[in-house]
């Protein structure tokens, strides 16, 4: 039963690329060659919204969606930038890697996303100045500073570098956590994608799994800063704070009877 439910969300997936994918020329054809940001941000939120129920996987969130800024979260999957576009539009901030992944890289790349090179720290205020302009557009920007994905047991440091324009700007930063459940098979193993892990093999396998649930928490308050390296730290300090009332209340879930 799991390998035939993964080949057929798998052939489900597959199947929304090539929707998604026509739907994007066909707004090329409309809008002409340069699509402005906020088309292709609102074109990947209809198909992430399409696709997770087509893969099994309900998503929700709690706290306010911010109407714009920096919205700043943990890294565990590349399930995270399907999650957080089906519930409101943005772009993204990732590391280069990840316009190689197949099919979520390819709609990274069409979305706008602004592609870091972690081995070049040169490129950094080239990349900032990417992101002063989509910030100037009123979107949503993710980021995803610890610079690489977890299994979820801990959120690393993050990097400051990328918090400078959205301080210069005086955009308000929110905090969100990200996290998953499942009712057979481990987060950490089957659903995070950290480590040396291989592309198919593992999304094959989170296809497989009967129920996924994602969850974003975001902060109750967006932040403005002065400086790049204190907003690294209190939204990590907040991120952590959300990371905690997650374990609390599954613990509390876990108890009852």
Known sequence: MPVVRASVRFAKLLWTAFQACVHFAFLRLRNGRSLP???????????CAKLL???GIA???EG???????????????????????????????????????????MA????????????????????????????????????PEGTSTDGTQVLPFRSSLFASAVAAREAITPAHISYRVTEGSV???????GDMTFLPHILKA???????????????????DDRKKAAEATREQILALAQSELVERQAASCRP
């Open 188 to 194: 950490e193993q089957d659903v995070c994608y950290w």
């Open 53 to 55: 129920p087509r893969l």
């Open 109 to 144: 790349t069409m979305n706008g996303t602004v592609f870091v090179d972690r081995q070049r720290p040169r490129e950094t205020g080239q990349v900032n100045d990417q992101l002063d302009v989509a910030l100037q557009t009123g979107l949503r920007i993710v980021l995803f």
């Open 37 to 47: 940001a906020d088309v292709r941000a609102e074109w990947l939120h209809i198909w």
């Open 64 to 106: 306010a969606i911010p109407e714009r800024g920096l919205i700043v979260a943990n890294h565990l999957s590349y399930l995270d930038i399907i999650v957080l576009s089906a519930l409101c539009p943005c772009t993204f901030v990732a590391k280069k890697e990840v316009r190689l992944w197949p099919i979520f890289g390819w």
């Open 59 to 61: 998503f929700s969130c």
């Open 207 to 225: 296809l497989s799994l009967s129920e996924v649930t994602a969850l974003v928490r975001f902060g109750q308050e967006s932040l403005r800063f």
